[in-house]
């Protein structure tokens, strides 16, 4: 069982539609992290968050707006997004926030498969 | 730019036959990363490894890292049908602050 929890599973929206995606991790890290995963694509890191502070937007379209209010949640508000947008989104978290003499292992949620119609 | 090459995309094996999957980068790595995605699931970490020409088991599994610390292979001995997924790895580049995920090697296995 996967210490982070992401809802909802599966969500479809139309292009026009506002949604939010939610992760909660109960493993008491300190960085979350929202990767999208596309078929044929490598895991594409979107966003992270290092005690609830965002320390990386990577280079993602503004209809993607991520939301930390503490340690333990994440979110990933979704509007007026495009087909192309239709993907799994995972939420991830660390004991500490990836780098260069830190590399705690990635826990990963069961993801979001989002339909954009 | 900087990025990493996962070979092969996929693989096919008779239940019992040996896997290898090959991750490559251009540039000198930090450390590497492995994870697993069963169908309909999610990556989760199998191991690190950091020190160069490092060798890491895990019952049927061996991990290596190469001795120029720019690539590494994960080798499964006898697959099982429990192996069947993608297996990925994961590379902190040196001067990043952040893992860059190979393309991954989808394994299907013929019992």
């Known amino acids: 069982e996967t210490g982070v929890t992401q809802t909802p599973r599966h969500l479809v929206m139309g292009m026009t539609n506002k949604k939010s995606l939610k992760c909660e991790q109960h493993l008491g890290h300190n960085a979350m992290y929202w990767y999208k995963q596309s078929a044929k694509k490598p895991l594409e890191l979107m966003f992270v968050?290092?005690?609830?502070?965002?320390?990386e937007n990577n280079s993602v379209p503004s209809r993607f707006s991520p939301e930390c209010p503490n340690s333990s949640h994440l979110f990933l508000h979704l509007h007026t997004l495009q087909p192309e947008d239709s993907a799994l989104y995972l939420c991830a978290s660390s004991q500490e926030r990836q780098g260069v003499n830190n590399n705690s292992p990635l826990h990963f949620g069961n993801g979001t498969r989002l339909t954009v119609t | 730019g900087q990025q990493v090459m996962q070979i092969p995309q996929y693989q096919h094996v008779q239940e019992g036959e040996d896997f290898t999957t090959y991750c490559n980068s251009s540039t000198t790595l930090s450390n590497i990363q492995w994870y697993k995605q069963r169908p309909g699931g999610h990556p989760v970490f199998l191991i690190q490894?950091?020190?160069?020409?490092e060798v890491k088991k895990q019952k049927r599994l061996t991990f290596q890292f190469g001795e120029a610390k720019k690539n590494s292979s994960l080798h499964i001995t006898a697959t099982q049908t429990t192996d069947v997924g993608t297996y990925f790895c994961a590379v902190n580049l040196q001067g990043a602050q952040k893992l860059v995920f190979g393309q991954g090697t989808r394994l299907t296995i013929n019992p």
């Open positions: 968050y290092s005690l609830e502070e965002r320390v």
């Open positions: 490894l950091v020190k160069s020409g």
